[in-house]
């Protein structure tokens, strides 16, 4: 199986070998575009499309040359066909469409969060334990924060989303208040290491909800910072790229101690806000859909403190906890791959004149 997944910044191309006991991953290639936004502060689709159109063709020849292989050897091609951006996700679902239709393959399309959602059965499945098991699955990225139940491959259902910010954004929302770089889940968690999660008491919202709501803690933020008199300045740096600055006073150094306490204790504040609340919801949801499995996925499940946090939660209750590898976590065309043989081998294909949905629902 050879996959492709270019729903938003991340170009990626995997090449997936699996039979009936198993699979085994014979290339992974990702290039990240993060560097050609940067200077724009967000992601510019026209950018994105253009760069994916350049890398994609290299990433198959890397790939193919990892795997030992040629792209006329490879039994089925697949694509992420959504959710994403509509000019990002035409070059992967285009280029994996005129493969199968040369070669006289299959072509999949795939929901880039059903690839985010089975990710963490990656390595069980290899083992030749290859059923997806009942589990209520929370899937935490940049774009996306959603509870779902789990009944089986393909069978889904919606259980609660966020109302407003997905996690992995208020992460990189408020790293961007603290001066951080991006993405800021990693360097909140870095720069919570050390720090006092119980300093600043940070809103848990809608608790007693599935749904998710993290607008409310960013501003909470954002108040607290004022009060503090930590005033978050955007900055012109001279390559042209605007940062903001973290500074308790203009005249006070950047970069005294205190300053790197006051950091750590907010970042550790922070993130135990947001863990709390996915903790909380997503041992909630197991237990009333009586599951005795979770499992999570996306860019901010490859925190560790929400890894640990999540097993310790689950284990006194009799529930069974996994996510996937932390390199499966954030966007790559292996879980692409691993959704396309699991669906292939079940019996599903996509026709090569379906069209890519920016707007793809995972499940109703
Ligand atoms: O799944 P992903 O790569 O892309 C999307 O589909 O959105 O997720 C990217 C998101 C970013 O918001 C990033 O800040 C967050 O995942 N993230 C983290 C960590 N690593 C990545 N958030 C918290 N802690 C981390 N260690
Ligand atoms: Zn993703």
């Known amino acids: 199986m050879l996959a492709l997944e270019t729903s938003c910044d991340e170009t990626a191309a995997a090449i997936l070998r699996g039979d009936r006991s198993g699979h ?19 992601i510019v689709p026209e950018i994105a499309s253009r760069n994916h159109l ?70 069980v499945e290899k083992n030749g334990d290859n059923d997806i098991k009942p589990n209520v699955s929370l899937i935490v990225s940049g774009g996306h924060t959603m509870l779902v139940v789990v ?46 999660p119980k300093r600043f008491d940070f809103p848990r919202s809608m608790l007693g909800s599935e749904n998710f709501s993290f ?33 308790r006073d203009p005249s006070t150094p950047l970069r005294s101690a205190r300053d790197d306490k006051l950091l750590a204790d907010l970042c550790a504040s922070f993130q135990q806000a947001i863990i709390d609340v996915l903790v909380t919801k997503t041992i909630a949801a197991a237990q009333k859909y009586r599951v005795n499995l979770v499992t999570i996925s996306g860019g901010v499940s490859c925190n560790q403190k ?15 906890f996994k996510s996937a590898e932390p390199w499966l976590c954030t966007d790559n065309a292996a879980m692409i791959a691993f959704a396309a043989l699991l669906r292939l081998r079940a019996g599903f294909e996509s026709h090569v004149t379906e069209e890519i949905d920016p707007n793809l629902a995972l499940a109703l």
């Open 24 to 42: 085994e991953l014979l290339a992974s290639e990702v290039a990240s575009q993060v560097a050609a936004h940067e200077k724009y502060g967000g």
């Open 54 to 123: 350049v890398y994609a063709p290299r990433l198959l020849d890397r790939a193919a040359s990892a795997a030992k292989t040629r792209l006329s050897e490879i039994d089925a091609f697949a694509a992420t066909s959504g959710p994403g951006l509509a000019s990002s996700l035409m070059i992967g679902a285009s280029i994996a469409k005129g493969l199968a239709i040369g070669f006289g393959k299959p072509y999949l399309g795939i929901n880039h969060l059903e690839g985010h959602l089975l990710s963490p059965f990656f390595g």
């Open 151 to 196: 009944r089986g491959l393909t069978d889904y259902q919606l259980i609660g989303h966020t109302v407003d910010d997905a996690a992995g954004e208020a992460f990189d929302k408020v790293a961007k208040m603290l001066g951080l770089g991006y993405p800021g889940g990693p360097e909140i968690e870095k720069h919570a290491e050390g720090g006092d």
């Open 215 to 247: 607008s409310g803690l960013k501003t909470a933020v954002r108040y607290l910072l004022a009060k503090l008199h930590v005033i978050p300045s955007e900055v012109e740096e001279s390559r042209g790229v605007i940062t903001v600055e973290f500074q």
């Open 306 to 320: 929400l890894r640990g946090q999540m097993r310790d939660a689950s284990s006194p209750k009799g529930i069974e």
